[in-house]
């Protein structure tokens, strides 16, 4: 049975069934999935949740092309095993293996990810021609909520922007950066769409990219709209050329937009103030010398802070590093050693072979897209925002003819994976809202019975013992709550700094300041320029009166620049 949905320019006149309708929507709900004020985690969440959904299903499409002999699904799957196989040997099996809330790389992520991929090569032929104009609406909303961002001054709320800078539906100004640079290449490489509709939104990306701030974006932006360019005629190359002039129009016209708004930071005002490349020399190499510490099963996706922390110097913590939060570090900026790093060589060797296998299969504007995408991951994270994308339109943009039997109804050995991915995607979802409605009370039993529903989470378990410590002013007799989930945190993920620094905050002021300095020992071992560790070690040091251990502090801080009169 199909729909009485018909296209409307740019997309094909067809008449799609619900299967089609489903699939055209994947992208769209990638691009715009935004739970703020509703969720804890208002981005991350809904991405997480749409991506585990279709990938459970997407492994069983991945196993039907595997048993129909199609080569770049062999590929894959022996991807995914080695994912799996090479988290089980990372040091941290479980972390690994599901990671935790809010950070966005795992075995989990990455399997359900090859999934998705699997998924798109079963999209009906109807669907697949439509898709990049599906696309392009995901991609356009995003652009109008970044642009208002700026225009508007958006600084609070639900659709702020973040560091002055626009981010659309994303979770951080480089991900929207990426969207647009590949949204303008997709709409530049559309050779079925009208000429002076695809200019208008290549100018519009062109100009959605600046206003991320993203200088990555905007120079790969650029190249890959340049690139649509080989492959024309004689007779229409001069008019095509016009693109990358539409797309640097846009750049252009944001800094005119940026000069009436109070604070924005484009990436000409950043390129303006003569900003380096934030430390990722550095980092690329810390990051080479963890992969010869486990050059074989590599240690773990979203364990790349873990595997270089040690390694980090004052001046690069100084520099580059000196807010653990916002400046963790656990990703590699750089796709190729980030890999390297999580699985090892063997696995980095496999993933190239998934590329160039699925990548030269490729045909269409979609490969615009993804080729923009991926040419900002060698410098900026794959993430929940672009890696499901770019998986789902690479399997998509395989030509049909290389795959006859494309998808029409939902087979019913699909159908307790469907189920499977349902109940996790509603889990995931309802674990969040409960924890929000929580969190919004400060009501931490709440919240301990939420944390149920993420089992060993060093970030929830976290948010829990915070809200514990707070009940703990007005009750001494909280505290038994407080030590507990701390500990749970640490336990869950014991090689973060961070978490056993927010330990000895807790400790100090319960007055127990052997155990605090004892927690505070435990993260300088782990990395041991950690700036928040030794502002603490110092404040410690001046409770207990310890002249010692503050010579000591302050000698560390001074250089790690801090000002401080003993410097």
């Known amino acids: 049975m199909t729909s009485g949905i018909a296209s409307i320019a740019p997309f094909e006149i067809v008449r799609w069934n619900a299967i089609d309708l489903l699939a055209l929507a994947f992208p769209v709900a990638l691009c715009v999935a935004h739970g703020q004020g509703l969720l804890v985690f208002g981005s991350y969440t809904p991405r997480l949740a749409l991506l585990l959904a279709a990938g ?58 090859l999934g998705v991929w699997a998924l798109g090569r079963r999209v009906s032929v109807s669907a697949s021609r439509a898709m990049p104009a599906a696309v392009l609406i995901g991609v356009g909303i995003n652009s109008i909520v970044g642009i208002a961002q700026i225009v508007f001054d958006i600084d609070t709320g639900v659709f702020a922007g973040q560091f002055d800078r626009a981010t659309g539906l994303t979770t951080n100004p480089v991900y929207f950066g990426g969207l647009m640079a590949a949204g303008a290449a997709m709409a530049a490489g559309a050779r079925s769409w009208s000429f002076t509709g695809r200019l208008a939104a290549t100018l519009v990306f062109g100009l959605a990219a600046n206003l991320s701030g993203s200088r990555v974006a905007v120079a790969v932006g650029l190249v890959a709209v340049a690139l649509t360019i080989v492959g024309e005629t004689s007779s229409t190359r001069r008019r095509q050329v016009l693109a990358p002039v539409a797309f640097f129009a846009g750049v252009l016209l944001a800094s005119v937009v940026t000069a009436t708004s109070s604070g924005a930071r484009s990436t000409t005002e950043r390129l303006a103030e003569g900003q380096g490349g934030g430390g990722r020399l550095q980092v690329w190499k ?5 992969i010869g510490d486990r050059p074989f099963f590599g240690w773990g996706f979203g364990r790349f802070r873990a595997a270089t922390q040690g390694r980090y110097s004052a001046e690069f913590v100084a520099n580059h590093a000196s807010d653990d939060v916002r400046q963790a570090w656990f990703d590699a900026h750089n796709v190729v050693l980030g890999v390297a790093v999580a699985v090892g060589l063997v696995g980095l060797v496999l993933f190239v072979w998934f590329a160039l296998s699925a990548g030269t299969r490729m045909r269409g504007p979609l490969v615009f897209f993804v080729v923009a995408l991926v040419g900002t991951w060698l410098l900026q994270p794959p993430g929940l925002v672009t890696l499901p994308l770019v998986m789902f339109l690479a399997g998509v943009a395989v030509p049909g003819a290389e795959m006859p039997e494309r998808i029409e109804r939902i087979p019913r050995r699909y159908a307790p994976a469907l189920l499977a991915g349902l109940i996790i995607a509603g889990w995931l979802t309802l674990g969040d809202l409960l924890l929000d409605a929580a969190a919004d009370d400060i009501d931490a039993a ?122």
């Not at 002249?547 to 000591?552: A, I, K, S, Y």
Request: proline share 3%; net charge negative; charged share 30%.
């Open 56 to 113: 459970v299903v997407g492994l069983v499409a991945l196993l039907d092309l595997v048993r129909r002999g199609d080569s770049t699904a062999r590929v894959a799957a022996v991807v995914t095993a080695w994912i799996v196989v090479a988290a089980v040997f990372s040091g941290e099996p479980l972390l690994a293996l599901k990671g935790t809330v809010g950070r966005e790389s795992s075995a989990l992520i990455m399997v359900a990810a």
């Open 286 to 290: 810390y990051g080479l010398s963890a």
């Open 446 to 567: 709440a919240m301990e019975d939420a944390a149920v529903l993420f089992p060993r989470d060093a970030v929830v378990a976290d948010l829990v013992a915070q809200a514990w410590f707070v009940k703990e002013e007005d009750d001494e007799s909280l505290r038994p709550h407080v030590r507990e989930w701390s500990r749970r945190a640490i336990d869950n993920e014991p090689d973060r700094p961070y978490l056993w620094r927010r330990q000895a905050e807790r400790l100090m002021t319960f007055g127990e300041y052997d155990d605090a300095r004892d927690a505070l020992d435990a993260a300088l071992e782990l990395e041991p320029w950690h700036l928040q560790s030794w502002e603490l070690m110092r404040f410690l040091a001046l409770i207990v009166d310890d002249e010692e251990l503050l010579g000591v502090a302050e000698s560390k801080l001074c250089a790690l620049e801090v000002q401080l009169d003993a410097c």
